[in-house]
């Protein structure tokens, strides 16, 4: 059967532009994906979406006019019901028949088949193809109501009484099955092949379309439109790279304000734009922010990333003298900036330390009181982390870090940028004469602030992070705040990573235990608390490490020891990963199962001795003398840090493990000689498992 290539195009007002992209693949998805299910799709099909900010559409090759036909097998009824005791159809079959538009005459196309333990009366029907038109209709009416849409509007029609749902208010359809009009319709429109291009350089109005494949080129030359979200996009960084290098600049890298760009402008036009130097003296982060989040520009950097009084526009417009487009942009950036550098000077005529006063006025939260008594309990967990790792100069520091971490939140430059908390205390810090280590701690103190990014830069920073963190998790947690299922308002997960990244990546020799009950010193010894976040943060790390390819196996293995020090887990995982590839492990995993089920069946304390005058059978004096070999070598091992190399060790066990296993009776008569042989196996348990719990890896 031939086929054609299939355009379908919604024209409309301006779409959300941070949704754009999202709704441009999902309406491409979910229309053909719908029309591959009806039949219509033939092999080898492609299909491309477009977005731009008036128009979603979708393009797709190898569309058929019709669906083949199929036949199916349908269970009409039970046999029972469908034929009497001769054989002959029931009145509630010819019934059903009749439904079908089928008579009496298809009875004997019945076929009887199992159906569980009754036999059921099936007919193979035919089905039609679906119709384009018809098929057409049923996806775009499902790609329509599946659209993510972020806000919907309701509008009314031109009839002035209909009124629909849609993201914004739609102008027109187009529909072309090669160049042929499929006669769809949707939101009040009936589809067409006629589209608008640019709204102010189109060469014609409407933009006519002569085909399924002339779309984007026809947009492109007639209506001065790239339709494409993808194409318009790399025209985007041609051009922001191409003015930079002519300044000898960079365009400053943002993803999503790129994407955002590319959703307000449906043919780019990058122009330079500058502002005055005594602006530079704002710190740069005010000024990148103003500038991208309000106006959307791109600021350039210099070779060394410090911003420049040079900005990059990507325009709608084209026109042969640009001047005016540029001026204007200037025009409406001055005042912003001149609103930061207000700010930045006010800001800094009040000490940090006078602002602490201020933070009893900021909520945190209603159960957990305002942002100053909370400042205050960080404080004191901040510097009890302090004493495990400095001295008493370093104490000092992180003191003074913690305590005035805060205080930026009631700065005018905060008020008007949140995104700048902890970047502007550290630039007010600098300002008071505050050394390095107490101004990047107190910028520093937020992060890690999501996953990938990078850890505070100093310790001072680590242990005002470490405190900051840990004291929102137990406090959220003691108020009955915990995240459930995909909801986590207060972003407690990532809080927990943070933390687990911190003890990890930062090598910090302090006990997980240790510091929690630190932090639970501040909230009246909510035990409860304490437990859940210990739990919760270590399940955060199970997740995380089986994210990175170990088994679920390994990670239980190694937290079932519940380690406290967290620093040494990635190598702990690393030696079981090692240990699992022996030859040995498998039998040594299940040996080490069979001992701990058997020592748990025992009552009372096993002792982890041997009395060697009871040893009897030559299969547990051979378990002994091994454990006696083996045993000193793994924990001198173990104690260097070497626990690969400890656990490899192991290996040499497994013969005198399987003939113990093989020829020797543990629960013997002998009161004496039972317990002496639990003492072995005790020793051999404690032996196994000081890495992790080998019996987690058994199968």
């Known amino acids: 059967m031939s086929t054609q290539n299939l355009l379908v195009e919604l024209f409309v007002e301006e779409l959300p532009p941070k949704a754009l992209n999202k709704l441009g693949e999902a309406f491409s998805t979910v229309l053909f994906e719908t029309l591959k299910s009806q039949g219509l799709v033939a092999d080898g099909s492609v299909v491309t979406a477009f977005a731009s900010p008036r128009r979603l559409a979708v393009h797709a090759t190898n569309i058929q006019a019709v669906a083949p036909d199929k036949t199916s097998t349908q269970k009409l009824m039970p046999v029972s019901v469908g034929l009497d005791a ?9 019934k059903r028949l009749n439904g079908m538009g089928l008579d009496e005459s298809a009875v004997a196309n019945l076929t009887k088949q199992a159906d569980g333990k009754n036999e059921a009366l099936f007919l193979d029907v035919l089905q039609k193809g679906v119709s384009l038109k018809d098929g ?16 919907v509007m309701t509008y009314q029609l031109a009839d002035g009484w209909t009124s629909v749902n849609f993201v914004r208010p739609a102008h027109s359809l187009v529909a072309l099955h090669g160049n042929e009009v499929v006669a769809v319709s949707a939101l009040g429109l009936t589809a067409g092949n006629a589209t ?12 006519v379309l002569k085909n399924a494949d002339s ?5 492109k030359t007639e209506g001065a439109v790239i339709a494409s979200f993808a194409e318009r996009r790399a025209e985007i960084v041609r051009q922001l790279n191409a003015a930079a290098a002519k300044q000898n600049l960079k365009p400053i890298e943002d993803e999503a304000l790129l994407d955002e760009v590319t959703a307000l402008v449906e043919r780019p036009n990058v122009l330079l734009g500058q502002f005055e130097e005594i602006y530079l003296e704002v710190p740069q982060e005010c000024l990148v922010l103003t500038m991208k989040a309000n106006q959307k520009y791109f600021p350039l950097l210099d070779a060394n990333n410090k911003l420049t009084n040079k900005f990059l526009i990507v325009s709608n ?4 003298d640009a001047s005016a487009v540029i001026g204007g942009n200037e025009r409406v950036v001055r005042p912003r900036l001149a609103d930061a550098k207000f700010f930045f000077d006010q800001d800094r005529k009040k000490t940090l330390e006078s602002r602490l006063e201020g933070l009893n006025k900021v909520v945190y939260h209603n159960k957990l009181g305002s942002q ?9 967990i901040a510097a009890e982390i302090a004493k495990q790792l400095g001295d008493a100069n370093f104490v000092s520091k992180v003191e003074k870090a913690a305590r005035l971490s805060k205080t930026d939140l009631v700065t005018d430059m905060v008020g008007e940028f949140p995104e700048l908390q902890g970047i502007m205390g550290r630039y007010y810090a600098q300002h008071e004469g505050f050394d390095d280590d107490v101004a990047y701690a107190i910028e520093d103190h937020y992060k890690p602030r999501f996953a990938g990014d990078e850890l505070p830069r100093n310790q001072v920073g680590i242990c005002v992070a470490l405190a900051d963190k840990l004291e929102t998790l137990v406090g959220l947690f003691s108020i009955g705040e915990k995240p459930t299922g995909d ?11 943070g933390v687990i990244r911190m003890l990890i990546d930062g090598e910090l020799p302090i006990h997980f235990n240790k510091l929690i009950a630190i932090v639970l010193s501040q909230f009246n010894g909510d035990n409860k608390a304490a437990q859940a976040v210990q739990e919760f943060s270590l399940d955060r790390l199970a997740v995380s490490f089986k994210e990175q390819g170990a088994s679920p196996q390994e990670v239980d293995a190694v937290l079932a020891l519940n380690p406290q ?5 990635p190598q702990r995982l690393s030696a079981v990963r090692a240990f699992s590839l022996l030859e040995e492990a498998p039998a040594l995993a299940a040996a080490n199962k069979r001992v701990g089920n058997i020592l748990k069946k025992v009552e009372g304390e096993v002792k982890a001795e041997v009395n060697t005058n009871l040893l009897q059978e030559p299969a547990e004096i051979a378990l002994n003398e091994a454990l006696s070999k083996v045993k000193p070598e793994a924990d001198m091992l173990f104690e260097s840090g070497d626990y690969t190399a400890s656990l490899k060790s192991l290996a040499a066990l497994k013969a005198p493990v399987d003939a113990f296993f093989d020829n020797v009776m543990v629960n013997v008569d002998d009161v004496a000689l039972k317990a002496n042989r639990l003492g072995l196996l005790a020793i051999l348990h404690q032996t196994m498992n000081r890495v992790a719990d080998l019996s987690k890896l058994a199968s």
Do not use: C, M, W
Request: no cysteine; hydrophobic share 40%; glycine share 6%.
């Open 215 to 219: 779309y984007a080129e026809q947009l």
């Open 372 to 380: 100053g008594e909370r400042n205050l309990r960080v404080v004191k």
């Open 86 to 94: 001769s054989g002959n159809p029931t009145p509630a079959l010819i």
């Open 317 to 320: 417009i084209s026109p042969d």
């Open 196 to 207: 608008q291009g640019h709204r102010f350089e189109a060469a014609v109005s409407p933009v």
């Open 565 to 569: 020090l967290l620093s040494e887990i």
């Open 136 to 151: 057409l209709q049923n996806a775009l009416n499902e790609a329509i109501a599946k659209l993510p849409i972020p806000k």
């Open 487 to 497: 909801k986590d308002p207060f972003g407690l997960r990532r809080q927990a990573l």
